[in-house]
């Protein structure tokens, strides 16, 4: 099955499920995996939905920081 095909027939079984039930899609946060400039250190960052850049604190050495 090629890339497009994929695509294709995980967009019919939703529509499907759709269908079906009534099922609601929703976007949710964003998670972004950040390493710290300072320690190297790898934090898991949540970012609201339409944000790119968001503060935070490194769990490490309690740096704090923006993701790019």
Do not use: F, W
């Not at 497009?4 to 027939?9: F, I, K, T």
């Not at 976007?27 to 968001?54: F, L, S, Y």
């Amino acid at each position: 099955m090629s890339k497009q095909e994929m695509r294709e027939e995980t967009e019919r079984l939703i529509r499907e499920a759709i269908e079906r039930r009534g099922l609601t899609i929703k976007q949710g946060d964003t998670r972004i995996e950040a390493t710290c400039g300072r320690c190297g250190g790898k934090n898991r960052v949540t970012a609201p939905k339409g944000q790119i850049r968001v503060r935070y604190t490194c769990k490490e050495c309690g740096h704090e920081q923006e993701t790019l």
